[in-house]
């Protein structure tokens, strides 16, 4: 009697554990696609197995995928996604890989072509600038479309450098005759007088992040001609009061060390023909104590002013060595930091 009672509750866990596991296939379309998408001695595969927790086998050019139910389905969907990419004529990196698994977890139904061929730049050494998240693309798009744009996130989301390519590319297509790069010359524990040499020297320091991005989009020796020329200004945003910027690409870099003045001084530099750019990271404000930082209370005065988007990046955007994102996450879990405002899920909030 017992013994009967239990089969129908038996039964019916072990036909929920074999719908939760899953098998399913994926074909590439020729040979010499699949040896790109399996990558050298299949490395690509087991990369996707480690990511997404499923097993992957390969026959001539077929995939067999093994695992949960949601996983199988989202290893299948990546593999169709890259495969495309591959077809595309774009080299994916075990890097893209990873890129790409964390853009389709987070939006199944997105389109890795529109993300990774979106070309914003090639530098001078035939680097590909592209977005490599949901949130970067956001960011590119509303640079292209609005004035002003906010990118508000942690470290290594690809804030600055994007803007900077996005500079560069509006400079050489001409739709800007020169790009300003500024930054507050605040950092943490330092002061400016405690540094040596003369005024130049002393805020060079917080600019070099500035002209380190610029000479990855072209050569040295261009790099320097144009700021020679005065085409590309690097400049403290102290040195900003009092002027007007037309048709210029403004880019404020490190924005949660502005004080509020400093922010609205910045701000209403803004010529015709400009467009700014304002990045930064509100877990990471030097400011002294008392201060509130220009770009939490920016975020506040300036939310639903036509014009002005804010775009919000997360550790799911971090662009660097993965262990960056392990990092961010924890000191996530462990506190708050001061100042910090509460952002909304990546992308762009209504403008």
Request: glycine share 8%.
């Amino acid at each position: 009697m017992l013994k009967s009672a239990l089969i129908p509750r038996y039964s019916g866990i072990l036909a929920r554990l074999i719908r939760e596991r899953m098998r399913d296939n994926f074909q590439a379309e020729d040979t010499s696609l699949a040896n790109l998408l399996f990558g050298q001695q299949n490395r690509n595969l087991k990369l996707v197995e480690r990511m997404l927790g499923v097993r992957v086998g390969s026959r001539g050019s077929e995939l067999t995928i093994e695992g949960e139910d949601a996983q199988v389905r989202l290893a299948r969907r990546l593999f169709e996604e890259v495969h495309g990419l591959l077809k595309a004529g774009y080299m994916v990196s075990p890097a893209d890989l990873d890129y790409a698994s964390r853009i389709l977890s987070a939006d199944s139904r997105a389109h890795l072509r529109d993300i990774f061929l979106d070309t914003i730049f090639v530098s001078t050494r035939k680097k590909v600038i592209a977005p490599k998240s949901l949130a970067q693309k956001a960011y590119v798009d509303a640079i292209r479309k609005h004035d002003v744009v906010f990118g508000i996130g942690p470290a290594g989301t690809g804030k600055t450098y994007l803007a900077m390519a996005m500079a560069v590319s509006f400079l050489v297509k001409k739709e800007v005759s020169r790009i300003v790069l500024v930054r507050p010359a605040v950092e943490a524990g330092e002061k400016l007088g405690f540094l040596p040499g003369d005024l130049a020297e002393k805020v060079n320091p917080y600019l070099r992040p500035l002209y380190d991005a610029l000479y990855d989009m072209m050569d040295f020796d261009k790099g320097q001609a144009l700021i020679a020329n005065g085409v590309v200004e690097v400049a403290p945003l102290a040195f900003m009061r009092g002027r007007t910027l037309n048709d210029a690409f403004v880019i404020l870099d490190e924005a949660q060390n502005t004080t509020t003045e400093q922010m609205k001084m910045c701000l209403t530099r803004l010529g015709f023909g400009s467009r700014a750019v304002i990045t930064g990271d509100v877990t990471q404000i030097d400011l002294p104590t008392g201060r509130r930082s220009g770009l939490v209370e920016a975020t506040e005065v300036l939310r639903g002013v036509e014009g002005i988007v804010f775009n919000y990046f997360s550790d799911r955007d971090v662009v660097r060595h993965p262990i960056v994102q392990t990092i961010i996450q924890a000191y996530e879990r462990r506190r708050p930091a001061a100042g910090e405002c509460v952002a909304p899920s990546s992308g762009i909030s209504p403008s």
